[in-house]
């Protein structure tokens, strides 16, 4: 859980610095492009006026000039719409608190000129030879001029200069906001390397224990199974060995108090037998070494077989117990498994049947498989332990000193078969078990062992 806490806060403070990485970046990639857009258009929009200035500075001058050089009255008039158009621009460009020093420098100088220039025209229009203004012209007039368009020039420069100014702080902004993109990437590289080992060497250590893990289970396994060797050799035999005895006292002996104690004797000896059974079968089960003797198996056979085999036992319990009729077909199986799995259903039904009660062995073929069932007119199993009949060690109902492993196994082997098992029952209806085993196909099998 600590390492979970640690991988998250990591991933946690990765995305973090990603996201901040992200939105620096979008931010200062906005701030720069609205930077600069406001500044070309601001440059651009001063740039047109002060050409439009410049221009109409130029026609001023050129007007001047030619009403100078003509006399003409006409001249005089485009001179004078020119100078109103040039202060109509002045005017335009001075509403800008940033270009109003500026302009009221180049406003100054443009109404020199214009004032010097009408001068010149009035002296003009009064002598008839214009060369006789050539003087004015060349020691005021010229010298206004050229005032006139070093302002301008100026103004143009300036503005050039802001702009290039503007423009450079822009790059450096951008420039500094590069260079923390640049870092922060580095840091969430960092960040992504050090989770990457961290996370290599906690699943190291990880893999290890599971390691050590397998190796301690396969250990166990291998000590389960010598036990079960043990069981096998050294519990059977003498078991044997006791059954046989008792069984030949029981045949000799006459009295009978001591008769009835051979008796509990044997009883006792094959009950341990069958728990030993059991175990091992449990055991082989698990660990994959149980064989079937798979072969083709006719369903009725077998049910005859088992009612057979349980018909004493019902009959002393005062049991009803049959087989219905079935269409008797053929199932890929290993008969005595099969018998097993009935013969443990069966005895389990015997249990909590009680006497004038019925049970029913039944066969049904359905969909490439054939259900056979049990089912007993007992006092049914409650709802809840339904679900754990078929758990290893559970003993529904009355507990009657087994080891609750039969139905255990039985839904092993069935499903060792390729089969599933099933129990339906209601409070006090008594209960259904049934599995199912496939069905033989056309093509002929022939005995086949095969290792689970």
């Not at 990485?21 to 857009?37: C, P, Q, Y």
């Not at 000193?401 to 029952?425: D, F, N």
Request: with cysteine; charged share 20%.
């Amino acid at each position: 859980m600590r390492f979970r806490g640690q991988l998250i806060a990591g991933y946690a403070a990765l995305l973090c610095v990603t996201l901040v990485t992200g939105t620096a970046a979008v931010t200062a990639l906005r701030t720069t492009s609205m930077r600069l857009e406001r500044v070309a258009r601001d440059f651009t929009t001063e740039v047109s006026a002060v050409q439009q200035l410049r221009f109409e500075a130029e026609q001023l001058v050129a007007t001047s000039r030619g009403y100078l050089l003509s006399a003409d009255p006409k001249a005089l008039d485009r001179f004078t719409s020119v100078s109103q158009r040039l202060n109509a621009s002045l005017a335009v460009l001075r509403r800008r608190p940033e270009l109003a020093v500026d302009v009221a420098g180049i406003e100054q100088v443009s109404r020199a000129y214009v004032d010097t220039a009408d001068q010149a025209a009035r002296r003009r229009t009064a002598a008839s030879n214009p060369l006789t203004i050539i003087p004015f012209f060349e020691s005021t007039l010229a010298a206004s001029r050229e005032q006139f368009e070093d302002a301008i020039s100026r103004f143009v420069t300036r503005e050039q200069n802001d702009f290039d100014l503007e423009a450079q702080h822009s790059r450096s902004f951008a420039a500094r906001t590069q260079g923390m993109i640049v870092i922060a990437t580095a840091l969430g590289l960092m960040l992504s390397v050090l989770l990457a080992w961290a996370s290599i060497r906690r699943l190291s250590a990880y893999y290890t224990r599971e390691q050590a893990a397998t190796a301690a289970a396969r250990q166990a396994v291998a000590a389960r199974d010598e036990l079960v060797a043990i069981v096998s050799h050294d519990l059977r035999n003498p078991l044997a060995t006791i059954a046989m005895a008792t069984s030949l006292l029981e045949e000799t002996l006459e009295v009978a108090h001591v008769r009835k104690h051979v008796v509990a004797i044997g009883n006792a000896a094959g009950h341990m037998r069958h728990l030993i059974d059991e175990l091992l079968d449990v055991a082989r089960l698990e660990s994959g070494k149980i064989e079937l003797q798979v072969a083709p198996c006719h369903v009725a056979a077998v049910l005859d077989a088992t009612v057979s085999l349980f018909q004493l036992q019902a009959k002393e319990a005062g049991i009803e117990l049959v087989a219905e009729p079935c269409s008797n077909p053929t199932v890929v199986a290993d008969r005595e498994r099969v018998l097993q799995v009935l013969a443990n259903l069966l005895a389990n039904a015997l249990k909590f049947t009680p006497a004038g009660g019925r049970i029913t062995l039944s066969a049904q073929a359905c969909d490439g498989y054939v259900r056979i069932g049990v089912r007993d007119t007992g006092g049914g199993i409650p709802a809840d332990q339904l679900p754990h009949l078929f758990e290893r060690h559970w003993q529904g109902r009355d507990k009657h000193g087994g080891l609750g492993l039969g139905l255990y196994i039985c839904k092993q082997l069935v499903e060792a078969h390729g089969g599933t098992i099933a129990v339906e029952s209601g409070a006090i209806q008594g209960a259904s078990f049934s599995f199912t085993l496939p069905l033989l196909r056309e093509q002929t099998l022939e005995p086949t062992a095969v290792q689970t």
